[in-house]
């Protein structure tokens, strides 16, 4: 086999460093983290370039758009999987900026919730529909039928990982 795997084009990535030699569970973990890679790089770039905008800070406005009563730091930091100083820096540049805001907890009144401003909330609404846009371009190429039986393998993949869950 060739330096490429099968139906890979351009330069080698992760998985086409494999050999045939190689467990099939590290050949597609390495396949499915080739292929995030590359689209999340891309996002990156594409997201910098027409919004002047991060990828962690488009994610945690995401987060805050699924939930417009707020969430707290500590749920941010769960949901994005990053540690709690990093949503804290995130958040005070979206505040900085007016897109986010910090609210007292109703249930907690020693917390406080971050929720998108209604500045933050017309922003994220235009980069989402881009967003989704670029994502389609990217797999455009993918016949439907294959997206359907990749999103159904994915899901049954999830629901039968070994892995600890957070607590």
Request: some cysteine.
């Amino acid at each position: 086999m060739s330096d490429l795997e099968d139906g890979e084009q351009g330069s080698p990535d992760l998985a086409s460093r494999l050999r045939q030699e190689h467990h099939q569970s590290l050949k597609l973990w390495l396949r499915m983290l080739s292929c995030t890679v590359r689209i999340e790089n891309e996002i990156r770039s594409r997201l910098r370039a027409s919004f002047d905008i991060t990828l962690p800070r488009f994610d945690l406005m995401a987060q805050l758009e699924r939930h417009p009563e707020g969430l707290r730091m500590g749920e941010l930091s769960r949901r994005m999987m990053v540690t709690g100083g990093n949503v804290t820096g995130i958040t005070d540049q979206l505040e900085r900026e007016q897109l986010v805001v910090r609210v007292p907890d109703p249930q907690d009144r020693r917390a406080s919730a971050v929720r998108l401003t209604p500045a933050g909330r017309s922003a994220f609404a235009e980069m989402a529909a881009v967003h989704e846009r670029w994502i389609d371009e990217m797999l455009a190429d993918i016949p439907a039928e294959d997206k359907a039986s990749l999103i159904a393998l994915l899901a049954s993949m999830k629901g039968r990982l070994r892995v600890d869950e957070p607590k």
